[in-house]
C-alpha cells in the first residue's frame, strides 16, 4: 500500500521554521457536510428545552416548523426577499447561522443561502421521508429544523442551503453588536485533506491536540454519496480524505498542515507508495482565502527549499462537499490495530508522529 517518508533532520528545522505567517420540493440530492464560511463564532453550548417550554416561546407556526419538522408554504415566508444587511440567526435560540452575504434568490420559494457561518452551527441529519432522499438541516445548538441541504447552488459552493423563513430570526446590521459578523477566532474550525489512505491519516490526527473530530471520508469528485467501491473504481474523482474540527485556540492550520506534510508523501502524483490512482491524491480542500493562503504558503517555502528533493505536487482546491464514508472506515486504525496492514503502514507513520510532536500530542 504505502510507503513511509521520512523527513530529514533539515526538512524537520524547515518544517519547524517556516512561518506560517425547508423544504418540500425535491432537489439533486444531499451532500453530508457543507461549506462554511469562517466569520462569526457564537457560545456553542446545547440548548435543552422541554416540549412545553418551547411551546410556551415561540409561536405555533415556529413549533410545528423547528420542532416538529415542519414547512412552511413556498413563498409564504417574510424573509424570502430580505435583502437587508445583517445576521440570520435560530429563531429559536439566536445560534448565529447565516449572513446577508451567504443569500442568494434560488426561486425555490424559500430563503436560500450558499454557505454556512463557521464553527459547526448547522448539523446535518440523512432525511428518508416523503419517499425522497434529503439531508436535513437542524441548529447544532438547539436542535431546531431548519430546512434541507441540496448541491445545486449557483455559486462557487454549489451549496444551496433551503430554510424556512419561520426557523430563522433576521437582526438587521446596525442593530446588531459590533462584534457580530466580524473576525474572531472561531470556536471551530474545519479542513478537508487528502494524503493517500484516510485510515492512515485519521489515525494520526486523531491524537493531535486540538483536533476535536475526524472523519474518513471522499471529496473532490462529481459522484454524490458514492460509496468506498465506487471511490476505488478512480472514475468518481473524489479523494480519499479526512475532514477535521479543530480548536483555533490549541492548535492552528500550520501546525495541522506541518504534520500533514510530515506523514505522507507530497511528491508523488496520484500516488502514496503502492497506493495508485486519483484517489489517493495529494490535496487540500480549502474554504476560504485564508486557508488557501496558508497551505500555499507552507506549499512555496517546501519547494523553496527543496525539503524533499522533487516539487510537492500538493492540490489546492476549493471546497465543495465533503461525504463521510462508511462506517468500517471510521477510527479504522484504533479499530483493526491487528491488522497487517494497520501494523506495517499505519504504526510506523503514528510513530513518527508521536517522536515529532510529542509535545502536542492528547493527554490520553
Ligand atoms: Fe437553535
Known amino acids: 500500500m504505502k510507503t513511509i517518508y521520512f523527513l530529514s533532520a533539515s526538512m524537520l528545522v524547515l518544517l519547524a521554521c517556516i512561518s506560517l505567517s425547508a423544504c418540500a420540493q425535491t432537489g439533486s440530492t ?10 462569526v463564532s457564537t457560545d456553542q453550548s446545547v440548548v435543552h428545552k422541554t416540549d412545553a417550554e418551547w411551546k410556551k416561546q415561540l ?3 415556529q413549533y410545528y416548523v423547528l420542532r416538529e419538522k415542519g414547512t412552511e408554504a413556498p413563498y409564504s415566508g417574510k424573509l424570502l426577499l430580505n435583502k437587508e444587511k445583517g445576521i440570520y440567526k435560530c429563531a429559536a435560540c439566536g445560534n448565529e447561522l447565516f449572513s446577508d452575504d451567504m443569500k442568494f434568490d434560488s426561486h425555490c420559494g424559500w430563503p436560500s443561502f ?14 428518508n421521508s416523503h419517499g425522497m432522499q434529503r439531508t436535513e438541516i437542524m441548529c447544532a445548538r438547539c436542535g431546531g429544523h431548519l430546512g434541507h441541504l441540496f448541491n445545486d447552488g449557483p455559486t462557487e459552493t454549489g451549496m444551496r442551503y433551503c430554510v424556512n423563513s419561520l426557523s430563522l430570526e433576521f437582526v438587521n446590521q446596525k442593530d446588531l453588536p459590533a462584534t457580530a459578523g466580524k473576525a474572531v477566532i472561531p470556536a471551530t474550525d474545519t479542513i478537508t485533506l487528502g494524503g ?4 492512515c491519516v485519521e489515525a494520526v490526527y ?5 483536533v476535536k473530530s475526524v472523519e474518513s471520508g471522499f471529496s473532490g469528485g462529481t459522484t454524490v454519496k458514492p460509496s468506498y467501491a465506487d471511490v476505488c473504481t478512480g472514475s468518481t474523482g473524489h479523494a480519499e480524505v479526512v475532514q477535521l474540527v479543530y480548536d483555533p485556540a490549541v492548535t492552528s492550520l500550520d501546525e495541522i498542515l506541518k504534520v500533514f506534510f510530515t506523514v505522507h508523501d507530497p511528491t508523488t502524483l496520484n500516488r502514496q507508495g503502492a497506493d495508485v490512482g486519483t484517489q489517493y491524491r495529494s490535496v487540500i480542500f480549502y474554504r476560504n482565502d485564508a486557508q488557501r493562503n496558508t497551505a500555499k504558503s507552507i506549499i512555496d517555502a517546501l519547494n523553496k527549499d527543496d525539503v524533499y528533493g522533487k516539487p510537492v505536487v500538493t492540490q489546492l482546491d476549493a471546497f465543495k462537499a465533503f461525504y463521510k464514508a462508511e462506517d468500517y472506515h471510521q477510527d479504522y486504525y484504533n479499530q483493526n490495530k491487528s491488522e497487517p496492514y494497520c501494523r506495517m503502514v499505519i504504526q510506523p507513520k503514528i510513530e513518527k508522529f508521536e517522536k515529532l510532536f510529542k509535545d502536542r500530542l492528547k493527554k490520553m
Open 30 to 39: 444531499a451532500p453530508a457536510t457543507m461549506p462554511v464560511s469562517p466569520e
Open 59 to 61: 409561536s405555533n407556526e
Open 114 to 127: 450558499d454557505r454556512e457561518i463557521a464553527g459547526g452551527k448547522i448539523k446535518t441529519v440523512e432525511d
Open 196 to 199: 493517500g489512505c484516510f485510515w
Open 206 to 210: 486523531e491524537m493531535l491536540d486540538g
